[in-house]
């Protein structure tokens, strides 16, 4: 009875240290890449399998999905290795058409994913590993990137209403140019739940306002067995749910619609990820 007692009372504190670990893990934090190009900003992120670096994004920052066309030649795309906060920026350059060209870019008319093969990758250690990047790429010096494992995707299938879910991305079109209030080259993070699935598209309703900007960040997923937390990527952001509100004006019967943010955002899962990896490789 004594040894129960003392194996409830290690239990108990271990699951206190668990839920007490508030910080994010720093590959969480420098996860998201700050996208810029002539028509515009967007997010993406990065990830990783045993040879190769992708560049993941939502279709609609590279394409004009109305028309299926490219909208731009190149992306400007920045990343953090250390801390966002704190840490220096690496940037390189994408020739959106050389990757089109090589073949590099994978995507689908039906789905807001895109996915670029930027280089090839060989691990080092169970952390750190040399890229050798492919000529569709320019950089301004040696890049270090830290891009997400692929083991840490997991599929529509796994995910499951009430989950804890972090949005992040960079939101341009918030905030006042002229009288910043948060540095614009830097991340914004916002934590929610999974509120809803849509089976028949295989889609995620989070409960996270995004704006413009935001599309294309990564969706991390945090959960716990009591011991310890771990955290997953579940999908991409990909736009936000509007409401509206109509205004009638009684003498002249005329009628304004307005839209506005509802505060629930739509994510792709990452299903979607991974097929475009696997049908490509």
């Not at 350059?93 to 590099?104: C, P």
């Not at 689908?108 to 250690?125: H, V």
Request: glycine share 8%; proline share 5%; aromatic share 10%.
């Amino acid at each position: 009875m004594r040894h129960i007692k003392t194996l409830i009372a290690i239990l108990i504190l271990l699951s206190f240290k668990a839920m007490s670990q508030s910080h994010l893990p720093e590959i969480i934090n420098t996860s998201p890449v700050f996208i810029e190009h002539d028509k515009g900003t967007g997010t993406g992120f990065l990830v990783k399998d045993s040879t190769s670096i992708y560049f993941v994004t939502a279709r609609h920052n590279i394409y004009d999905l109305s028309t299926n066309q490219v909208l731009i030649d190149k992306v400007t795309v920045t990343t953090y290795y250390n801390d966002p906060t704190t840490g220096d920026k690496n940037i390189i350059l994408i020739d959106i058409k050389g990757a089109i060209s090589n073949k590099l870019l994978y995507s689908k008319n039906t789905d807001d994913a895109l996915i670029i093969k930027i280089g090839n990758f060989k691990g080092l250690d169970s952390s750190k590993g040399v890229i050798n990047y492919f000529p569709i790429i320019n950089k301004n010096k040696s890049s270090w990137l830290n891009p997400l494992p692929m083991e840490m995707l997991k599929g529509y299938s796994e995910v499951y209403v009430g989950d804890e879910v972090y949005l992040f991305g960079y939101p341009t079109s918030i905030g006042l140019k002229q009288s910043p209030q948060f540095d614009f080259s830097r991340p914004l993070l916002r934590r929610g739940v999974v509120a809803g699935k849509n089976d028949k598209i295989k889609t995620l309703v989070l409960d996270c306002p995004s704006y413009p900007g935001n599309s294309g960040g990564p969706v991390i997923r945090k959960v716990t067995d009591g011991l310890r937390w771990e955290y997953s990527l579940i999908g991409l952001v990909v736009q936000f749910i509007p409401y509206e509100e109509q205004w009638v004006n009684v003498k002249s019967g005329l009628v304004r619609t307005d839209r506005f943010n509802s505060g629930y955002s739509v994510a792709i899962s990452a299903d979607k990820i991974l097929n475009l990896i696997e049908e490509n490789k």
